[in-house]
């Protein structure tokens, strides 16, 4: 059982939060289904500074934990959303740096990558982003290897999605790396999803 952390900060892209925690949450139904005495594979939570966050759209939202009391992460997942304030907030990025450090797998959605770049998460390593921040990750952080007209883009222990519902493709591609395909496949299924299997 994998807890996957998914971070909250005040104007996140609604569905870069939400369509990996339906894929995640999901998952685990559809491991149920296909074996009542099975073990959940995935526990998404949502970790943020207090009880709400204001998502884009001024669409609030309930986190489960704060930063200040989260559980350990195996997956860490940043999404994107009106990032620019938040590359300005020790306190998160504090966080998302710490956390990474001791997950198993350190992922984003949009411009979350932007946001694991400044935490000094992501090295040099293979990433990808939102189309339209592709020129901007490149110019703020020359030593990535930015890669554009991708779904998302697997570095190993840093997984990295382009925009919004790229983020959904990205999260079932982590539950067929983790858990199979099958489960992967049943859980888009349930979701109908038209998934995309590759990058």
Same mark, same amino acid.
């Given at each position: 059982? *994998?807890?996957?952390?998914?971070? #909250?900060?005040?104007?996140?892209? /609604?569905?870069?939060?939400?369509?990996?925690?339906? /894929?995640?949450?999901?998952?685990?139904?559809?491991? &149920?289904?296909?074996?009542? %005495?099975?073990?959940?594979?995935?526990? +998404?939570?949502? /970790? =943020?500074?207090?009880?709400?966050?204001?998502?884009?759209?001024?669409?609030? $939202?309930?986190?489960?934990?704060?930063?200040?009391?989260?559980?350990?992460?195996?997956?860490?997942? $940043? +999404?994107?959303?009106?990032?620019? +304030?938040?590359?300005?907030?020790?306190?998160? &990025?504090?966080?998302?740096?710490?956390?990474?450090?001791?997950?198993?797998?350190?992922?984003?959605?949009?411009?979350?990558?932007?946001? &694991?770049?400044?935490?000094?998460?992501?090295?040099?390593?293979? /990433?990808?982003?939102?189309? !339209?921040?592709?020129?901007? @990750?490149?110019?703020?952080?020359?030593?990535? !290897?930015?890669?554009?007209?991708?779904?998302?883009? !697997? %570095?190993?222990?840093?997984?990295?999605?382009? =925009?919004?519902?790229?983020?959904?493709?990205?999260?079932?591609?982590?539950?067929?790396? @983790?858990?199979?395909?099958? #489960?992967?496949?049943?859980?888009?299924?349930?979701?109908?999803?038209?998934? *995309?299997?590759?990058?």
């Amino acid at each position: 059982m *994998r807890t996957v952390a998914i971070v #909250l900060y005040k104007d996140v892209e /609604v569905l870069d939060f939400a369509g990996p925690y339906e /894929v995640f949450s999901t998952a685990s139904r559809a491991r &149920l289904r296909m074996d009542k %005495s099975a073990e959940v594979p995935f526990v +998404p939570v949502l /970790v =943020g500074y207090g009880e709400q966050v204001h998502a884009r759209g001024n669409f609030c $939202v309930r986190t489960h934990y704060t930063f200040g009391n989260a559980p350990k992460a195996d997956i860490l997942l $940043v +999404p994107g959303g009106v990032h620019e +304030p938040a590359m300005d907030d020790d306190v998160l &990025l504090d966080f998302i740096a710490a956390r990474a450090g001791v997950s198993e797998i350190v992922a984003s959605v949009c411009t979350g990558a932007f946001l &694991l770049a400044k935490a000094g998460v992501l090295g040099a390593c293979s /990433v990808t982003t939102h189309w !339209d921040d592709i020129a901007a @990750l490149r110019r703020d952080f020359p030593e990535l !290897d930015v890669r554009e007209n991708v779904r998302w883009v !697997d %570095s190993g222990k840093i997984v990295t999605s382009a =925009g919004i519902s790229a983020g959904i493709d990205m999260a079932l591609h982590l539950v067929a790396r @983790l858990e199979g395909e099958e #489960l992967a496949g049943t859980t888009a299924r349930l979701m109908e999803f038209d998934r *995309r299997k590759t990058p």
